[in-house]
């Protein structure tokens, strides 16, 4: 299985040992993980780089992939599967550092990894969650022939705020 994925400058690829320094210092911003689930942690330190850098070297298949722009890391995307009855179905999220914003990176990035998650892997269903406020992640999901099916209202409780949250999906067959 191919774990590497690219469109021009935007590479998709497993994490390696020299994304280490750059992780804390592109992750370790409130902007950032403002609209993040809390397993992104913040603060986030070299100790949380070397923990993830151990995580995604296990993985097999690969779920949780760095994105990189123009040659150096920009952030990372990944994907979650749901257990049990809902095991058709897998769960992406992103991030992208600060100064990377506006660049169209992260729509290229879901682009390039929707076709693994559906061709190759063979889920069935991908979805995101999106905290309400973060219309620049709606709009990366809608280019990228996601459907928003619904709001969650009062969903997401991160940093003493509660919420509402925008569940959007892309079908294998829609």
Not at 146 to 155: A, N, S, T
Request: charged share 25%.
């Amino acid at each position: 299985m191919q774990y590497r994925f690219q469109d021009g400058d935007v590479v998709v690829r497993p994490y390696e040992e020299k994304d280490r320094a750059d992780l804390p210092r592109l992750g370790n911003n409130p902007a950032v993980a403002e609209y993040l689930s809390m397993v992104f942690p913040h603060p986030y330190t070299d100790k949380e780089a070397a923990d993830w850098l151990e995580v995604t070297a296990a993985q097999n298949p690969v779920m949780d992939f760095a994105i990189e722009y123009r040659g150096a890391l920009a952030g990372g995307i990944g994907l979650k599967p749901l257990v049990l009855d809902h095991s058709g179905t897998v769960e992406l999220g992103y991030w992208l550092g600060q100064e990377y914003w506006g660049k169209g990176i992260t729509t290229r990035a879901v682009a390039l990894i929707m076709p693994y998650a559906l061709d190759e892997l063979l889920y069935i269903r991908v979805h995101a969650l999106v905290h309400t406020p973060n219309l620049a992640s709606c709009r990366v999901l809608e280019k990228n022939g996601f459907v928003r099916e619904g709001v969650l209202r009062k969903f997401v409780r991160k940093n003493g705020v509660i919420r509402d949250a925008f569940l959007y999906a892309r079908l294998r067959n829609p």
